[in-house]
């Protein structure tokens, strides 16, 4: 079956630009997630959808980050005035969530965008 | 204190052993434990969930111990394509802007 994807698998822009990270979840996955991953370093989380509720941003490293989910499927994350420290990898996970009256957690991970700020 | 710890490694162990790795949260709070496979580049991929009263899944055995806030994963048998990054999840109950993985653990079976 078909599983998260994320667009696009790389991304080479420079310092100031503004860029868009696109992350398709797995059908009928209500919770949504982004991550970022540094080189060597693990996992920091930046935001989390449920269903079609308000997201809590208080994970986004800074004001320039800014993530929405459509329709309670599609979510793009967008950086603003791109600066060389968010090179990373940005990471897209889907999760049953809140479904039903019961929690799923279980993640499953997109392949990620490579950002490369010049 | 981090909120999620774990040993770095690298745990450098010979095909057949058997190998143990410890993660350790901080908040009492937390609700859903999992373990996550990390290839070098790729994305992490969910290897078991954690439950109360342990849960084994072929070699591969997890275990969670509340009172010491800590969880387990126990490989038996390792085989040289279980080389990769383990990582821990914790997620708290209510707080999914709490969601840690930690750092991960780095393994390699040589042979």
């Known amino acids: 079956g078909a599983g998260v994807s994320q667009s696009p698998s790389n991304k080479v822009t420079e310092k100031g630009k503004d860029v868009e990270l696109r992350c398709d979840p797995i059908?009928?996955?209500?919770?949504l997630y982004w991550y970022r991953q540094s080189l060597g370093q693990g996992l920091e989380f930046l935001i989390y959808?449920?269903?079609?509720?308000?997201?809590?941003k208080s994970g986004l490293p800074s004001d320039r980050f800014s993530a929405e989910r459509t329709g309670g499927s599609v979510s793009t994350l967008t950086i603003q005035r791109t600066q060389q420290e968010d090179s990373a990898v940005y990471l897209c996970?889907?999760?049953?969530?809140?479904?039903?009256?019961?929690?799923?957690?279980?993640?499953?991970f997109g392949p990620g965008t490579r950002l490369t700020v010049l | 204190r981090k909120e999620v710890e774990q040993d770095p490694g690298p745990f450098n162990v010979p095909e057949g052993a058997t190998v143990a790795f410890n993660c350790t949260y901080s908040?009492?709070?937390?609700?859903?434990f999992f373990w996550y496979r990390q290839d070098c580049r790729k994305e992490p991929k969910l290897l078991m969930s954690?439950?109360?009263s342990g849960n084994e899944d072929g070699r591969f055995t997890a275990q969670l111990n509340r009172a010491s806030q800590y969880i387990s994963l126990l490989i038996r048998d390792s085989k040289l394509s279980d080389s990769a990054t383990y990582l821990c999840?914790?997620?708290?109950?209510?707080?999914?802007?709490?969601?840690?993985f930690g750092i991960g653990t780095k393994l390699q079976v040589i042979p």
């Open positions: 996970a889907s999760s049953l969530g809140l479904a039903g009256g019961l929690r799923r957690d279980e993640q499953f």
């Open positions: 059908s009928g996955h209500t919770a």
């Open positions: 959808f449920q269903g079609n509720s308000a997201p809590d």
């Open positions: 908040n009492s709070a937390s609700q859903s």
């Open positions: 954690v439950y109360s």
């Open positions: 999840v914790v997620i708290p109950s209510g707080g999914y802007q709490k969601v840690t």
